[in-house]
Structure formats: structure tokens, C-alpha cells
């Protein structure tokens, strides 16, 4: 019971997590001079989206299966299918991760940086307590769930640290994109909403 | 039936276009010469491969249930099931689709892109065609399935010829790679093998 309201924490965080990534994220594609940089995050964004989706499904069903403690009461069918859907999300984290790794290229000042990378910090140790989980259920259930491929390791560029690696990227599109959450007074800050007159 | 037989054709063909795709994109990871090209291609790779392993499973699944006529036997979860996970592959062909668009920008050579906007342009028919099925699928079996969410809709990069649109690109790290299918005699070609050293 208690991994089901570990795994719900887990993904109702990469859902907000989502929604800020997105905040980010929108005024590049809205800023982006040529269409190959427009495609590039709109790709990203749009497997957030459908990520979301997933996860707009699933949490309100962890929620409740932690909530009133009915995961015994599932059919083998159920629960195969529930720990299908956990598996699906176990690779979404993994993939956002690495959404988050490419946007460090992308952004130069410090703030921004440190957000995408906060980001990825937890999700990567989501990611990891996901994977932990899984396998103690897909033991614990083994009779009705053993599918635990992994397309993770034995990969390098894993183990890199893209924080480091992208700090002297060539300036992008960002560097054109202030977030001004607080202007100074009588100043109007460069907002999103104003970004949309340089495309 | 029939549009089970048509579901297992067309994921069976984006099967064969992962295997093909990946050919073309695993050189530019090995012959990468920084640690951004190398988690993009690598990224785009690995989600492929996560698409290969749940079509791995949908594939022989649409072609029993095609070949012995077995689709009136399921069970409404079974079925609700079916249409979720081919409902999943739907945006699985949407986001192939864009990985083709998105490669399109690194290869110079007539011959690799021809093949990318080929599959790409198959991809997309597969796309809408498994779109319509689903339409018709999901209103069949409205007491089992309703989730017809779409993400693909009001967004301009879609309508954008990126065959076109990259024809100028900046020679990316492709231009050090030549796919030598049948080298001249007494003449060794620059293979995949050989770019290994290039790291």
C-alpha cells in the first residue's frame, strides 16, 4: 500500500513538474527564428502534453487505490494493467529527465539553469524509486506481471553531466527571453506575452 | 476485423521504419563530437526503441486476433484495453513522424533524406489512417471507450515542409558520414564500423 502512495507522490510532483517546464519552454517556440528550433521544443512539449494526458488519468486512481486501500481488491487483469500503466510512466520520467538535460543547452542565465536542473535532479531519483518499486512489485506479482525490459543502461551519455557540459553552449534562442516575474515599478519587463511580437 | 488486419499492417510497417531509422541515426551518436548531439540523437533513439518494445507485444496481439476472428470474444476490459494501447501507438506514428522531421535538418545527402521523408510521409498516411480507425472503433465501442484526446491539432510546424524547410540547413556531424552499401572494388568504404574511430 505503501509503495501505491510513494508512486502516487512521485507522479502527481513530475505533473507540476510539467507545468513549469512548459512555462519555460512555450516562449522559445514562440521566439524561434527558423522552424527546424520551432519543431525541436514543439516535439518536446507536445510528449509532455501526451504525457500529461496519461498522468491526468492515472494519479486520481493511484490516489484512491492508496486512499481506500483497494489494491487487494483488484483482478489480476487490473492490477497487470495498473503496473502496465506505472512501467509506461517509469520510461516517461526517464524521458523527461532527458527533456530537461537537452534544455540546459538551450538556456544561459543562472535562474533558469538552476530550475531545469532541480528538475532533473528529482526526477532522476523519481526515476530511480520508480524502478525500485516496480521491481518489488513485479516480484511480489509475479504471476500476473513480469514485463521489466529496460532501455536505460549500458548508455554513456547517462552518466554525463549535461549541467557541466552545456554550460558554454552557444547562445540560442533564449538569450533573447527575459522572465521578468517582477518588473520594477513603471517598467514594463520583457513577459511572454510581449516575446510574441519578435516572431 | 478488417481494420485490425489494416492496424497490424501499418504497425507492422513502422516496425520495419524503426529498424531502418535507427540504422541511419546510430552513426551520427558514434560519430558525435559533443555531448548535445550526442543525447539528442541518443534520446530520439532510445524512444524509439521504448515504441519498438510495446509494438513488439501489439503486433503478434493484432495478428491473432485478425487471423482466427477473435475480436468478438474479449471481454470489455480486454477490448477497452486493445483500443487504449493502439490509441497509445497513434501517438507513437506522431511523434515517429516529427523524429523524421527533426533528422531531416542533420543529412545533406539526397539519398538519406529521400529515405527520411519517405518514411516520413508513410508515417503520416499511417497516422491519420490509424486516427480514422480509432474514430470509428471508439464509436463502435462507446460503452467501452471514449478517450479520443488529440494533441496534434492547431499547430502550424505541422503544416511546415520540413523536407523544404531544411534543404539549407548548417552541415551538421552526417557530413562526415557516407553510407557505403556497395563500396568500389579494392576500395574500402567509410562504414559505420570505420566511424568508430572517429570519437
Redesign the interface.
Known amino acids: 500500500m505503501q509503495d501505491f502512495s510513494q508512486l502516487h507522490a512521485i507522479f502527481d510532483r513530475t505533473k507540476s513538474y510539467i507545468d513549469r517546464f512548459m512555462g519555460i519552454i512555450q516562449p522559445i517556440i514562440d521566439a524561434a527564428q ?3 528550433t ?3 521544443y ?2 518536446i512539449l ?2 509532455e ?2 504525457r500529461m ?1 496519461r498522468l491526468q488519468e492515472l494519479v486520481p486512481h493511484l490516489e484512491t487505490l492508496s486512499a481506500e486501500k483497494k489494491t487487494d481488491q483488484l483482478s489480476d ?2 492490477l497487470s ?1 495498473l503496473l502496465s500503466d506505472i512501467n ?1 510512466e517509469r ?1 516517461g520520467l ?2 523527461f529527465r ?2 530537461l ?2 534544455s540546459l ?1 538551450e538556456f544561459r542565465d543562472d535562474e533558469t539553469r538552476q530550475t531545469l536542473d532541480g528538475m532533473r535532479e528529482k526526477t532522476h531519483t523519481d526515476y530511480l524509486q520508480v524502478k525500485d518499486i516496480m521491481a518489488k512489485l513485479s516480484e511480489r506479482f509475479s504471476d500476473v506481471y513480469t514485463d521489466l ?1 529496460d ?2 543502461e549500458g ?1 554513456d ?1 547517462h552518466q ?1 553531466d ?1 549541467l557541466k ?2 554550460a558554454n ?1 552557444p547562445q540560442g534562442v533564449a538569450s533573447v527571453i527575459t522572465h521578468t516575474a517582477t518588473p520594477a515599478p513603471g517598467k514594463k519587463g520583457l513577459t511572454v506575452g510581449s516575446l510574441k511580437g519578435l516572431k
Chains 1, 2 share one sequence.
Open positions: 527558423d522552424e527546424h520551432r519543431l525541436y514543439h516535439h507536445e510528449e502534453e501526451q494526458g487483469r487490473e494493467q509506461l520510461f526517464h524521458n532527458e527533456h538535460e537537452l543547452y525490459t532501455h536505460d548508455h551519455v554525463v549535461h557540459a552545456s553552449a
